[in-house]
T-cell receptor
Framework: EAGVVQSPRYKIIEKKQPVAFWCNPISGHNTLYWYRQNLGQGPELLIRYENEEAVDDSQLPKDRFSAERLKGVDSTLKIQPAELGDSAVYLC??????????????FGPGTRLLVL | AQKITQTQPGMFVQEKEAVTLDCTYD???????LFWYKQPSSGEMIFLIYQGSYDEQNATEGRYSLNFQKARKSANLVISASQLGDSAMYFC???????????FGAGTTVTVRA
């Protein structure tokens, strides 16, 4: 079974430029998460989707970050414009619907973003 | 609110030996789940093991075992017979049993020496 797929794996951009990250979750997982992981820290949740609905985006900096999951499968996270402080690893994870058994979150390989 | 504390920023272990990674937690939830993830330098967070707060037996998965002491609020990970490929960052995480949000600790870097 394929795991969570993310692209690109690495991205280097100049500040004020836009950037987008793509995620394809594990087949059958209707819950999708985007996390940000700063250097030397654990991941922190940005947004959670149940199917195509963003059910928790309270930690998403909405002035510059946006996300979508139009058909309830793939998702895109966008930053526009990027700032130096956005340099981090952006991780996508998926799980079965919360409350379904253990519903472990499985993570993708992440996108390492460097903003210059 | 939930808080995870990992006090060991880095550890060295000799190949084939066992290593214990400490994790303590604080929560007001009566039911919760504890997780350990491995993050190699490639960046992917790999799920290792899960322990439910009401599970009476300590969880085991191959060379990984979780030493769960509920009264002390600790959930230490034991890696037996360390291998070079075990060199990575290890994160302890938890969530309420019916909650979706995972709270992570700061992680412990493990380096296995040949």
């Amino acid at each position: 079974e394929a795991g969570v797929v993310q692209s690109p794996r690495y991205k280097i951009i100049e500040k004020k430029q836009p950037v987008a990250f793509w995620c394809n979750p594990i087949s059958g997982h209707n819950t999708l998460y985007w996390y940000r992981q700063n250097l030397g820290q654990g991941p922190e949740l940005l947004i959670r989707y149940e199917n195509e609905e963003a059910v928790d985006d309270s930690q998403l900096p909405k002035d510059r970050f946006s996300a979508e999951r139009l058909k309830g499968v793939d998702s895109t996270l966008k930053i526009q414009p990027a700032e130096l402080g956005d340099s981090a690893v952006y991780l996508c994870a998926s799980s079965l619907k919360p409350g379904t058994g253990v519903w472990t979150q499985y993570f993708g390989p992440g996108t390492r973003l460097l903003v210059l | 609110a939930q808080k995870i504390t990992q006090t060991q920023p880095g550890m060295f272990v000799q190949e084939k030996e066992a290593v214990t990674l400490d994790c303590t937690y604080d929560t007001s939830d009566q039911s919760y789940g504890l997780f350990w993830y491995k993050q190699p330098s490639s960046g992917e967070m790999i799920f290792l093991i899960y322990q439910g707060s009401y599970d009476e037996q300590n969880a085991t998965e191959g060379r990984y075992s979780l030493n769960f002491q509920k009264a002390r609020k600790s959930a230490n990970l034991v890696i037996s017979a360390s291998q070079l490929g075990d060199s990575a960052m290890y994160f302890c995480a938890m969530r309420g049993l019916n909650d979706y949000k995972l709270s992570f600790g700061a992680g412990t870097t493990v380096t296995v020496r040949a």
